[in-house]
């Protein structure tokens, strides 16, 4: 999670520049907190945790500076903070998930037959559930999580950043990592090593099967990251691009335009793995086949 204290030195840049967006976060916090009367409900979505710290009382914050660590107090979390903290969860969520969309159309427009067995699977989920879309039929996609899972590994949007909290000897070598060093984990890197991804620059969502998955190292793909401090965002990640796939694909195909490029180049002076001259593709209508049996 984001600190709170990083959210207040940058709230007034927020409010300033989306005071109006900003507001409108206030709003729903307030109007979701008073509801649930500043207790956690059984939820355990976002607010629920956000509730569970503010009822602990102040924030306790570890600093570190000249290799000495000192625990300092945090501000209490208000509404207000608790509002950044949404508003950039929300945010950070977007900017990540609209790249990775990106990348999926294209792969889908690279490769047709891919395209179609997914459009195939969502008009087989959509006509079970007579066209509506649930939490719980995201989970019957098994080959959409294939295809997005495939585009995370060749398109990973971020790398992995750590800070080791004890001296570490890399097996196998004499190289010790230092307390306190910054690491960078190369996504990119571990994604296109053809020790785990035979043919990497290929788009093939068959890599993750259950049983080419269980021939890799768990640490061979990690866009979210990995252990206690895997990505926050998740599974607001995930579900989000379902819906967005779903909603696209029962209603439109993605097929390749005049201005669209054999091969993506990435921008280096975008914070995320962004394509640098964009991504150009044609919409074209289509009728799912539940429309078709609805008619």
């Known amino acids: 999670m984001t600190s709170p204290t990083l959210l207040i030195r940058d709230l007034d840049v927020i409010k300033n520049v989306l005071i109006k967006d900003f507001e409108y976060f206030e709003d729903r916090v307030k109007d979701v907190t008073q509801a649930r009367n500043g207790i956690p409900s059984n939820r355990k979505d976002f607010i629920d945790l956000i509730l569970e710290a503010k009822n602990q009382g102040n924030i306790l914050e570890t600093k570190e ?42 792969e889908l427009a690279m490769n047709p037959q891919i395209q179609e067995k997914l459009i195939a699977e969502v008009d087989e989920v959509l006509n079970r559930h007579d066209g509506k879309i649930s939490y719980e039929l995201i989970s019957e996609l098994p080959y959409m999580e294939k295809v997005l899972n495939e585009t995370l590994r060749k398109y990973p ?36 090593d053809e020790k785990y991804y035979p043919n990497p620059t290929n788009f093939d ?34 579900i989000q691009s379902r819906v967005f796939l779903m909603k696209l694909l029962s209603n439109f195909r993605v097929e390749t335009s005049k201005n669209t490029q054999t091969t993506i180049t990435f ?13 150009y593709l044609n919409l074209i209508p289509r009728k799912s086949q539940y429309d078709a049996k609805n008619k």
């Open 157 to 192: 949007v971020i790398d992995i950043q750590r800070r080791a909290k004890a001296n570490y000897n890399i097996p196998g070598t004499n190289i010790t990592i230092e307390k306190g060093t910054n690491i960078v984990v190369p996504t990119l890197g571990i994604s296109y």
């Open 65 to 106: 500076g000249d290799n000495v660590e000192t625990t300092i107090k945090c501000v209490k979390l208000t509404n207000e903070v608790i509002a950044a903290q949404a508003f950039i969860f929300y945010t950070a969520g977007y900017e990540t998930n609209a790249t990775t969309a990106a990348y999926m159309l294209y």
């Open 205 to 238: 969502p068959e890599r993750f099967s259950p049983e080419s998955e269980s021939k890799r190292h768990s640490c061979a793909f990690i866009p979210f990251g990995i252990g206690p401090r895997y990505c926050i965002g998740m599974m607001f990640a995930r």
């Open 267 to 279: 921008n280096p002076g975008r914070v995320v793995t962004a394509p640098k001259d964009g991504i």
